[in-house]
């Protein structure tokens, strides 16, 4: 009868025969099933021992035991301070945030440096940006400095023909070339490329094998051959529709060119006229670049103690090669993720900020980490965990700074932006004591 019954209770779950307060049935049923799982974990823990699991055994063994101090922190119910920290926050002004009522209220919140980026310079909009932010800072008793971005080179195929998205399908050979004239537009089976200076000296590097990258990595084709200086063959890797003015990468050149256009030499003088406390310098190669910058300074009779601080973007693949050289006529370095994980690879990009954070301290220079660090928070009121663990983990490498671009510039709420970076510092900062930097 025993077994008819237990038998009879097989098909229902254990869980309603515990609510029905059959305990006696539902522990005939559990308990076979607890042997059963017992035995596929052992299963599972002796196949833990494989090679790639002792290696990964093996990397965790490299955390040390020390005791940790700092726990009571972690348990404790008060909020933190989003102003008690030591890292810096950098906020980008743009539509959102350009007003002098939200600049002083970014002020209160937290920025320590605000960053005013030369590509969207507008005649006589720094003019009154740099006064707005002196005059707040000083009326709230707080350090606040300014960062001028300069632009830096940039790579862009022409319009299309009829502003309409041109396909690329795998495995399709495309014309690569400068524009003959203005009708010579990217259409289908050619892409063009404006003869500015710089896009004439990317198209005088390639060579067959290069891959080139378009639209932030979304597109790829191949050189197959170079016809002539302004000219190459090329197949679609990563086909897809190609837009107008989308950008070009070329991982593997070190393009021969300078890091500074005629409009960044122009920039450069502006900013220095109005006077900034850095000068970030886009896709800097190596120390050639940086002492292009020097020279303006020199040709201006900057004086050394009003010269702004000289923050070269690590951007290019040339740069990690050059990090030394670069660093040593530096003030310090941007570690710039967008298109340094469109040139170097998303999934390398992470060693790269700790090797570059790595680099700087060891110079004892100034370190900013950028790009995407609360992207969700242009429209979302809470950033997401992954872009809170992203703050935390910058300020565990090692990094001086944390950058907020699209966020600040054009987000929904650039205060509550500021005040959530602020609490992920500070949070971050409450643990140094347990923390090392994670290299």
Not at 23 to 51: F, K
Not at 113 to 121: K, T
Not at 275 to 282: K, P, Q, R, T
Request: proline letters at 5%; a negative charge; glycine letters at 6%.
């Amino acid at each position: 009868a025993r077994v008819k019954s237990t038998m009879s209770l097989m098909t229902m779950p254990p869980l309603l025969l515990l609510l029905l307060g059959s305990l006696e049935a539902a522990a005939l049923i559990i308990t076979p099933a607890i042997t059963a799982h017992s035995s596929c974990t052992a299963a599972r823990t002796a196949n833990l021992r494989s090679p790639v699991a002792v290696a990964s055994s093996a990397f965790g063994l490299k955390h040390n035991n020390k005791p940790l101090h700092t726990m009571d922190t972690l348990y404790s119910t008060s909020e933190v301070d989003f102003l008690a920290r030591n890292a810096k926050i950098v906020a980008t002004l743009g539509p959102a945030s350009s007003s002098r009522e939200m600049i002083s209220a970014l002020i209160k919140a937290g920025v320590n440096i605000f960053r005013l980026n030369s590509s969207h310079r507008q005649k006589g909009q720094f003019e009154d940006l740099v006064p707005f932010i002196r005059e707040e800072a000083k009326a709230a008793q707080r350090e606040v400095l300014i960062l001028g971005d300069i632009q830096g080179p940039k790579f862009r195929c022409t319009t299309t023909l009829n502003d309409e998205p041109v396909p690329l399908a795998v495995g399709e050979q495309v014309e690569l070339g400068l524009s003959v004239d203005d009708d010579d537009l990217t259409r289908p089976g050619r892409i063009c490329l404006s003869p500015t200076t710089e896009q004439t000296a990317l198209m005088r590097g390639l060579t067959v094998g290069m891959k080139l990258l378009l639209d932030d990595g979304n597109l790829e084709i191949k050189v197959l051959s170079v016809k002539s200086e302004s000219e190459a063959t090329c197949e679609v890797v990563i086909g897809g529709a190609l837009k107008s003015r989308k950008g070009i990468n070329v991982p593997e050149l070190q393009i021969d060119c300078s890091a500074l256009t005629v409009k960044d030499r122009e920039d450069a003088e502006y900013l220095l006229g109005v006077g900034v406390d850095f000068i970030a310098l886009s896709f800097a190669q190596r120390k050639e670049d940086i002492q292009e910058l020097i020279d303006i300074m020199d040709k201006m009779n900057v004086a050394e103690e009003k010269r702004p601080m000289i923050i070269p973007k690590i951007e290019k693949p040339a740069a990690l090669k050059n990090i030394d050289e670069i660093l040593a006529l530096s003030d310090g370095l941007m570690v710039a993720r967008g298109d340094l994980g469109v040139e170097l690879g998303l999934e390398r990009t992470p060693f790269a900020q700790k090797f570059l954070i790595r680099k700087a301290n060891a110079a004892g220079k100034f370190v900013i980490t950028a790009t995407q660090m609360m992207e969700s928070m242009i429209s979302a009121p809470v950033p997401t965990r992954a872009e809170v663990s992203d703050v935390a983990n910058a300020i565990f490498d090692g990094t001086d700074a944390v950058m907020l671009s699209g966020e600040s510039a054009m987000g929904a709420d650039p205060v509550r932006t500021v005040q959530w970076m602020g609490k992920v510092i500070a949070e971050a900062e409450a643990h140094a004591e347990d923390v090392s930097p994670s290299f």
